[in-house]
Structures are given as C-alpha cells and as structure tokens.
C-alpha cells in the first residue's frame, strides 16, 4: 500500500502563486507515476500534471507554462508549482500514484486552492 499526503493549499489572489506538496510513505518503491488532478464544484474530476520515473512531465493544456510538477526520490516528495493563477483553477487538488498502469491506485485527501479575482 502506498499512503499519499497532500499539502500547501490556500486562499491567494489572481496572479499569485502556491506550491502543493504531496508526501508519499508505505511501499513507494512501486511507485512509477505521480500525478496531480483537481476537481473544481459541480465538475468531475481532471487531471492537471503528471510526472514518471524518469522524470518525463506531461500538463493539461490549460496549466501549460504556469504549472511546474517536480518530484523528490529521496524524499517521496512531489511537488507542484503553481504561478499566474487565475479563478478558474480554484479546487480540490489531489495527488495520485500508480505502479505503471494507466490506472491510479492510490489517492491523497485533497487540498484546496481558492483563487479570488
């Protein structure tokens, strides 16, 4: 099993910045992909960033240029670096995991970012 922590959420204003933690403990050994997604009130869930072991990143298109997803291997760390942020991307933000399968196993609690205008 592999346990995820998420953290570094907050209230900010348009155009600031936050950065997001996300602390992995249990079997991280497995771990092949992080990732970050979000769900905003009244939508579904979307993804936001991801990055492998190799640390190879791939972004949604809306977070493109603003967003930075980074991890630390000898912290289970991974990060993500949030600047030029606008309302649109206030929401729960959760970190996820998986063991090299499309599929997500593990999922943090989510944090919230509220980004008022």
């Known amino acids: 099993q592999v346990q995820l922590v998420e953290s570094g959420g907050g209230l900010v204003q348009a155009g600031g910045s936050l950065r997001l933690s996300c602390a992995a403990s249990?079997?991280?050994?497995?771990?092949?992909?992080l990732a970050w997604f979000r769900q905003a009130p009244g939508k579904e869930r979307e993804f936001v960033a991801a990055i492998w072991t190799g640390s190879m990143t791939y972004y949604t298109d809306s977070v493109k240029g603003r967003f930075t997803i980074s991890r630390d291997n000898a912290k289970n760390t991974v990060y993500l670096q949030m600047n030029s942020l606008k309302p649109e991307d206030t929401a729960v933000y959760y970190c996820a995991a998986n063991q090299g399968a499309a599929k997500y196993d593990y999922w943090g609690q989510g944090t919230q970012v509220t980004v008022s205008s």
């Open positions: 249990g079997r991280t050994f497995s771990i092949h992909t």
